[in-house]
């Protein structure tokens, strides 16, 4: 009886394929998170007591309390890189904060060190996030495996105690417990995890398998050739850390120059102070011009000119769906002259679809009516490929008839009584090849073959049709490009000045065939985790700096490897999400070329501050050093740079902001 197409229930709780168990370090766990946040509740309860004229002995402790919580790791560090003949911004900035609280400033150098201390403590928050997700995709490998003994028992053991050499049983929908090949048995596993491929490839005997991936609807018996610290899930946690320990370290371009700076800086302090005393000056007039002239020529200025335009693009680039992580990572995505995208769930949706639909000559049936025969016969099947099939035929609103008598062969298809008819539909290599009468479709053998083969090379999976033993259409599969892939290569062409390289562990048919159509001329293909982060590697040793964009565990290593990486929201897994320096949250890759350029204005914003604030301490330094600048003008005229710089900043804000690096980008 014709029934119709309703779609089945998602399960509630089901993880993402390939996702490992999320293992979150709590933000209050951090020794450093926990300073923070008593720096800030002190100066928070402290500010409205000064504004509101509570007598001094009110909120002068709990300033002074802010201070010892919030700075006292800051001025330790600094310290100790003093010892070893560094000057370390850290130890600067307590000095500026303990300088503004000398001249009376308080709430300013405290609410500097509030500020100082949050942002230890998000970097802090990012490293133990990025800890947690490496140690969570471990847990993608079970704990345990089936061990074949000799004598045909079975045996449960840790997978960790598996030794090359072992034979294990892997059960339907059980995950391979470790790196080995096909003994016996056929099923279709689902290795996203490691190549990134979007459909599960069939495995026979002498086919390799990767731990952590999962099994299908077969049953496998599997040698290990790999030791558990040698196997392919492994070797990506080992690189992610390789390559974050390895990244070269990360400085705002003021920070660069704010060593040599500052150390001019505390030198000058020192002479304005020591030179007129030995001269004969007073004590407090030589100590009120050197603390005077430490006020204006202060490098906390500097650094404030610097980040309001790079937090505002942060902030404006979070309202379009794009989370930047630090106001480097934004300083950095502007210097990108190179970019490398994965395929699977980043230039395509990760998710097969029906593209193509070709009945047979002779077979007397309509596109729908083929799509009605294939997705009767695949709806009881979970395969990714059924669920395309019946997604399709759900999507055109066709009836279909109850399936009987359903079977499915691992690595071969279904086959299933629709209609009066046996329908078969699989892999066109094994039904063609056992197809009992090729006579009695009238040379439709040939034709199927000939689609079959169409297809293929325009990158398909091709699925053959037949009912009754004969061949009757042939379905296109394809993963299906994003729409806006294409306008996104051509930006990012425009901005760096060379196309995009893709990188992907799908084969090269397929690779080629998005590549042809999103306009990539060069391809990797067939790529694990480590030739992913070699193409990186090849690229900046050329001097380029590399932007990745990808979204799975196997794109992990290279997103830490690279200059700047950027992890596809929606369809990321938890470690790549972690490890890249920005996340795309909604998927919408138009976004990276916005991005950006939003970081090229942001930077060119940082030099106007630059320029602003140098106009200001230069002014304010030469006043002091040749007459005398009133303490109070000193530090309004400091202020004033400072707000000055700030509101230009703050320009970033505002969407014509977004609006305009969209509109450079794709100009």
């Known amino acids: 009886m014709p029934t119709t197409l309703t779609e089945r229930p998602a399960p509630t709780a089901a993880p993402r394929p390939g996702t490992a168990p999320r293992r979150r370090t709590r933000v209050l766990a951090l020794p450093e998170a926990r300073w923070a946040a008593a720096a800030t509740l002190l100066f928070l309860t402290a500010l409205p007591l000064q504004l509101t004229g509570a007598p001094a002995w009110a909120w002068g402790p709990l300033y002074a309390l802010a201070y010892a919580t919030g700075g006292w790791e800051p001025a330790w560090a600094g310290l100790q890189a003093l010892r070893e003949k560094t000057l370390d911004v850290d130890l600067l900035m307590i000095v500026a904060a303990l300088g503004a609280a000398a001249v009376g400033q308080v709430m300013d150098g405290a609410l500097l060190i509030v500020i100082f201390a949050t942002s230890g403590a998000l970097e802090a928050l990012a490293t133990a996030r990025t800890a947690d997700?490496?140690?969570?995709?471990?847990?993608?490998?079970?704990?345990?495996?089936?061990?074949?003994?000799?004598?045909?028992?079975?045996?449960?053991?840790?997978?960790?105690?598996?030794?090359?050499?072992?034979?294990?049983?892997?059960?339907?929908?059980?995950?391979?417990?470790?790196?080995?090949?096909?003994?016996?048995?056929?099923?279709?596993?689902?290795q996203a995890t490691i190549t990134g491929e979007p459909?599960?490839?069939?495995?026979?005997?002498?086919?390799?398998?990767?731990?952590?991936?999962?099994?299908?609807?077969?049953?496998?018996?599997?040698?290990?050739?790999?030791?558990?610290?040698?196997?392919?899930?492994?070797?990506?946690?080992?690189?992610?850390?390789?390559?974050?320990?390895?990244?070269?370290?990360?400085?705002?371009?003021?920070?660069?120059?704010?060593?040599?700076?500052?150390?001019?800086?505390?030198?000058?302090?020192?002479?304005?102070?020591?030179?007129?005393?030995?001269?004969?000056?007073?004590?407090?007039?030589?100590?009120?011009?050197?603390?005077?002239?430490?006020?204006?020529?202060?490098?906390?200025?500097?650094?404030?000119?610097?980040?309001?335009?790079?937090?505002?693009?942060?902030?404006?680039?979070?309202?379009?769906?794009?989370?930047?992580?630090?106001?480097?990572?934004?300083?950095?995505?502007?210097?990108?002259?190179?970019?490398?995208?994965?395929?699977?769930?980043?230039?395509?949706?990760?998710?097969?679809?029906?593209?193509?639909?070709?009945?047979?000559?002779?077979?007397?049936?309509?596109?729908?009516?083929?799509?009605?025969?294939?997705?009767?016969?695949?709806?009881?099947?979970?395969?990714?490929?059924?669920?395309?099939?019946?997604?399709?035929?759900?999507?055109?609103?066709?009836?279909?008839?109850?399936?009987?008598?359903?079977?499915?062969?691992?690595?071969?298809?279904?086959?299933?009584?629709?209609?009066?008819?046996?329908?078969?539909?699989?892999a066109p290599e094994r039904l063609l090849g056992g197809t009992s009468r090729p006579e009695a479709g009238g040379g439709r053998s040939g034709a199927a073959s000939a689609a079959v083969a169409e297809l293929e090379e325009r990158g398909r999976t091709a699925v053959l049709v037949e009912a009754d033993g004969v061949p009757v259409g042939v379905l296109g599969i394809a993963d299906r490009l994003r729409p806006d892939a294409a306008p996104t290569v051509s930006a990012l062409t425009a901005l760096t000045g060379r196309a995009p390289t893709l990188l992907t562990g799908d084969n090269p048919r397929a690779a080629a065939a998005v590549a042809a159509e999103v306009g990539i001329a060069e391809v990797r293909a067939g790529l694990l985790p480590q030739g992913k982060v070699a193409a990186v590697r090849e690229q900046e040793t050329a001097g380029r700096k590399v932007l990745v964009i990808g979204d799975g565990v196997n794109d992990a290593p290279a997103l830490a490897a690279a200059h700047t990486g950027i992890a596809m929201g929606r369809a990321g897994s938890d470690l790549a999400l972690e490890t890249a320096d920005a996340v795309i949250v909604r998927d919408e890759l138009a976004t990276v070329p916005a991005v950006v350029a939003l970081s090229r204005r942001a930077r060119g914003f940082v030099v106007q501050n630059l320029v602003i604030a140098s106009v200001f301490i230069s002014v304010l330094v030469v006043w002091d050093l040749v007459a005398t600048l009133p303490l109070p003008l000193g530090v309004l005229g400091h202020e004033g740079s400072t707000v000055i710089v700030g509101l230009n900043g703050l320009r970033l804000l505002r969407e014509a902001a977004w609006t305009k690096a969209r509109g450079q980008a794709c100009g």
């Open 133 to 190: 997700s490496v140690r969570g995709l471990l847990d993608l490998a079970p704990a345990t495996a089936t061990r074949l003994l000799d004598d045909g028992t079975e045996e449960s053991v840790p997978t960790e105690e598996l030794a090359v050499g072992d034979t294990v049983l892997i059960r339907p929908g059980e995950r391979i417990g470790a790196d080995g090949r096909v003994l016996d048995g056929a099923s279709e596993v689902d």
């Open 199 to 426: 459909l599960p490839v069939a495995k026979q005997p002498g086919d390799e398998v990767f731990a952590g991936t999962l099994n299908g609807t077969g049953a496998l018996r599997v040698k290990v050739d790999r030791d558990a610290s040698d196997s392919v899930i492994a070797r990506i946690v080992a690189m992610v850390e390789e390559a974050s320990e390895t990244k070269a370290p990360t400085q705002l371009f003021i920070e660069k120059v704010e060593q040599r700076y500052s150390i001019g800086m505390v030198i000058a302090t020192l002479a304005v102070f020591a030179v007129p005393l030995a001269l004969g000056a007073a004590f407090t007039g030589s100590l009120l011009r050197a603390m005077t002239f430490m006020i204006v020529a202060s490098p906390c200025a500097v650094v404030l000119a610097t980040m309001p335009p790079l937090l505002s693009a942060i902030a404006n680039a979070g309202r379009h769906g794009v989370l930047v992580k630090s106001a480097v990572v934004m300083e950095r995505l502007g210097q990108v002259d190179a970019v490398a995208l994965d395929k699977t769930g980043t230039l395509t949706e990760g998710t097969p679809r029906v593209t193509d639909i070709h009945p047979l000559p002779g077979s007397g049936l309509t596109e729908d009516r083929l799509l009605a025969l294939a997705a009767g016969a695949e709806h009881p099947s979970e395969h990714p490929l059924a669920r395309a099939v019946v997604d399709a035929a759900r999507t055109r609103g066709l009836a279909l008839a109850a399936a009987e008598d359903f079977d499915s062969v691992p690595g071969v298809g279904v086959t299933a009584a629709v209609d009066g008819r046996i329908v078969a539909v699989g």
